[in-house]
């Protein structure tokens, strides 16, 4: 396949993009802030260490 689309069309793709991926980026990055779910370790539950362990939360 050849890659016709010239360097405007995809920066003008990727701007679209990022103008409707960023509202709900910004509102889930303020509620992990919020709820303390982030990686700051605010919400009291150690790190994981393992990938087993980062597979056993993500899976609940």
């Known amino acids: 396949m050849v890659n016709t ?8 793709a990727v701007q679209n993009a ?3 991926f960023l509202p709900r ?4 990055i303020h509620e992990e802030f ?3 779910s982030g990686s700051s ?3 009291g539950n150690p790190p ?5 362990t980062w597979l056993e939360r993500f899976n609940k």
């Open 48 to 52: 994981p260490v393992t990938i087993y």
């Open 5 to 12: 689309r010239t360097d405007a069309e995809l920066s003008t």
């Open 25 to 28: 980026i910004r509102e889930e």
């Open 34 to 36: 919020r709820t303390g």
């Open 41 to 43: 370790n605010a919400g």
């Open 18 to 20: 990022l103008q409707t």
